[in-house]
């Protein structure tokens, strides 16, 4: 039986699941986007599969992938084995008896994918860093963090948020009408008062440059 080498715990510790057998694309084949906000309420899930297609082409544009049905504070985007919900999605399609079809589109017909997230994701679990506690920053029990994660094919094509942003009008040094427009396409599941703030690629374990992205946003919220 083949191992699958997921995502690395703390201090890079490898973890890994079996499952069945090889697929056509592994893990290295896919790439960990996420969009970035702030809402009262960061854990959120929806049934909605139409609304999450379209949150993925708006924000992925034509590239295959998955699309994952929650919203998480980055707190719980990391079980207690050191999973991350990116690696989970994939598993879950690697163990499916027609994982080589699901796959096969996802790469020829850039295909979206959509799952939930595990069970698994719903315990906090704390980082090596803190700075998203309230203990370190206090307002951010008012402005709670939040991201939505995408599982996407590597690709040269760039997606589309990236375009979006290049492209848009820039005040302050974003593109305020595209979060907007993302803020707005986020409604299905996570009303107001959320909001979207950027996006990003989520890099290596318990990644700072997540957290960094957040703590980035205090002075434009008014915040200390």
């Known amino acids: 039986m083949a191992l699958l080498s997921i995502f690395k715990k703390a201090k890079e510790e490898i973890v890994s699941i079996p499952y069945a057998e090889r697929t056509q694309l592994e893990l290295d084949d896919f790439r960990f986007f996420y969009l970035y906000g702030f809402s009262n309420d960061p854990n959120r899930t929806s049934h909605d599969i139409q609304a999450f297609h ?11 992938g998955v699309c994952i049905t929650n919203s998480f ?22 163990i499916k008896n027609n994982k080589d079809e699901i796959f096969r589109m996802i790469k020829e017909e850039r295909a979206v994918y959509t799952t939930s ?21 206090p307002a951010l029990s008012k ?13 040269e ?38 909001f979207v703030m950027g996006f990003g690629e989520f890099e290596g374990a318990y990644s700072p440059a997540l957290i960094d992205n957040f703590i980035a946003c205090k002075p434009i919220l008014g915040i200390q």
């Not at 379209?54 to 295959?64: A, D, F, S, W």
């Not at 919900?85 to 598993?91: F, P, S």
């Not at 997230?117 to 920053?137: G, V």
Request: proline residues 8%; without cysteine; glycine residues 4%.
């Open 143 to 155: 402005y709670v963090p939040f991201i939505i994660p995408f599982l996407v094919l590597k690709s």
């Open 73 to 94: 504070h980055p707190y719980f985007t990391i079980n207690a084995k050191g999973v991350t919900t990116w690696t989970d999605a994939y598993i879950k399609m690697a």
């Open 157 to 194: 094509q760039s997606p589309y948020f990236q375009t979006a942003i290049n492209s848009s009008r820039i005040t302050n040094g974003y593109a305020t009408e595209y979060l907007e427009e993302v803020t707005n396409a986020i409604r299905f599941f996570m009303p107001a008062p959320a």
């Open 117 to 137: 997230a595990s069970p698994a994701f719903n315990e906090l679990n704390i980082w090596p860093d803190t700075r998203l506690t309230y203990e370190e920053n």
């Open 54 to 64: 379209n949150l993925y082409q708006l924000v992925i544009g034509n590239i295959g």
